[in-house]
């Protein structure tokens, strides 16, 4: 009886030992887990300091940069102003060049050029010392100077202007075309004012929507002038056009001027006049649909970018190329050289970029403002205008009898 319970006893103490260390090593293993992370905690912490000195790096190189960049952008958005005979007088006088030199500093096109201008002298000026110690030896005798012929410049020359001539040229035709479309809209939005005024009577129900309707038309260019123009606070331009539940729809909408052409169509349907008088004010809106449609696309397609992109890249490897190939003629003078050929050749392909985009160019805050006097001059005049041919006319009839002759 006791040989059987011996047996037993070791079969049972071998389960509760393997029953008991996968227990144990359940329990040690996820504390091991954590200890993975602090390990890459401590390398994370290791490798920071090279990448903020990397971010310090870059953040001073980028300190010009961005300063010239805000600069551009800042006169990007400055008010334009129309010209009158004053500043056409000023603007052909014969020291507009020393004008025109003396303002330089304060340009934004040539303070935007200060990034390219400086590293491509600076490049220049590293080309030239070097030449300069392997020609004073130096430096050991294995390195080279730096030279080429210049025969590859006189034949790219040509093309490298061309290419330019070209860059501009499609930007101020955009520019002509934003000028076209805005002429439009502006002649537009005096003509149908100036049908709405004089074919609409203002009694009865035609007089609030009448007012509205002037309204609305008032608010269409300025509304298409804050949709075409970066930064421009659509409230506060429209707020003195509006009533506040007109300006909470147009707000709310995705293309305020859209919205505001609907309150238009709305108006003219309302209207109690004849049937081709509203055919005909309705007709008028047809410019309005023409000048979004230009707008909307040259906002949107700029000059196909591969022909910025070779233009950028070709003046970019012409400088980079330049103080090799007048190493031989000019010697240091390869520094002023490239100085003046970067800041004349990028000024001409930054002023093809800035005019890409027409409508900051354009004066179109005077233009708004000039659409909206001549509107509320036409509402001011039209009963006074009236009121004058009315007395002409009944002062006609005094003068000859129905049958023609003269009243004795």
């Known amino acids: 009886m006791t040989q059987p319970r011996n ?8 389960s509760l030992s393997s029953n008991f260390t996968p227990k144990t090593f359940l329990k040690l293993h996820p504390l091991t887990l954590p200890a993975k992370p602090k390990t890459t905690l401590s390398f994370k912490t290791h490798s920071s ?17 961005d300063w010239a960049d805000h600069i551009k952008e800042r006169g990007m958005r400055q008010k334009r102003t129309l010209y009158d005979h004053e500043k056409w007088v000023q603007h052909r006088s014969s020291l507009r060049h020393w004008r025109h030199f003396m303002s330089s500093l304060s340009s934004r096109v040539i ?9 491509f002298t600076s490049f220049a000026a590293i080309i030239a010392g070097y030449n300069y110690a392997v020609s004073a030896d130096w430096l050991p005798g294995f390195f080279p100077v730096l030279r080429a012929p210049s025969l590859p410049y006189q034949l790219t020359a040509p093309a490298l202007a061309l290419l330019l001539v070209f860059r501009t040229e499609a930007s101020y035709s955009r520019l002509e075309e934003g000028r076209k479309a ?26 609030p929507l009448k007012k509205a309707l002037l309204q609305y038309i ?44 609907q309150f238009i169509s709305q108006s003219l349907q309302l209207l109690k006049v004849e049937e081709s008088r509203r055919n005909m004010l309705e007709s008028k809106i047809s410019c309005f649909h023409e000048g979004i449609g230009v707008c909307d696309q040259l906002m949107g397609i700029p000059i196909p970018l591969s022909y910025t992109r070779l233009t950028s890249r070709f003046l970019v490897l012409w400088h980079l190329t330049l103080p090799i190939i007048l190493w031989d003629d000019c010697h240091w003078i390869v520094i002023p050289a490239t100085f003046i050929s970067a800041a004349s050749l990028f000024c001409i392909e930054e002023v093809g970029v800035l005019i ?15 659409v909206y006097n001549n509107i509320q001059e036409a509402i001011a005049t039209d ?7 009315a007395a002409k006319l009944r002062s006609h009839s005094k003068e000859h009898s129905p049958n023609g002759r003269p009243n004795s």
Not at 7 to 14: C, E, L, M, T, Y
Not at 111 to 118: A, G, T
Not at 356 to 370: M, T, Y
């Open 218 to 261: 008032m608010a269409f260019p300025v509304s298409l002038k804050c949709h075409v123009l970066y930064g421009s606070d659509v409230r506060q331009d429209l707020q003195s056009f509006l009533e506040v539940d007109d300006l909470a729809i147009v707000l709310n909408s995705k293309h305020p001027p859209h919205c505001i052409i």
């Open 383 to 389: 009963k006074i205008i009236q009121a004058q041919l």
């Open 356 to 370: 890409e985009e027409p409508f900051p160019v354009l004066a179109l805050d005077e233009l708004c403002k000039q």
């Open 111 to 119: 303070l935007s050029l200060v990034p390219p201008v400086i590293a």
């Open 7 to 14: 047996p037993i006893k070791p079969a049972s103490k071998i």
């Open 49 to 65: 300091p090279p990448s903020d000195h990397t971010q310090t790096l870059i953040s001073i190189l980028r300190t010009i940069p």
């Open 182 to 207: 805005w002429t439009k809209v502006i002649t537009g939005t005096n003509d149908l004012a100036r049908q709405v005024i004089a074919g609409v009577e203002a009694s009865g129900k035609n007089a």
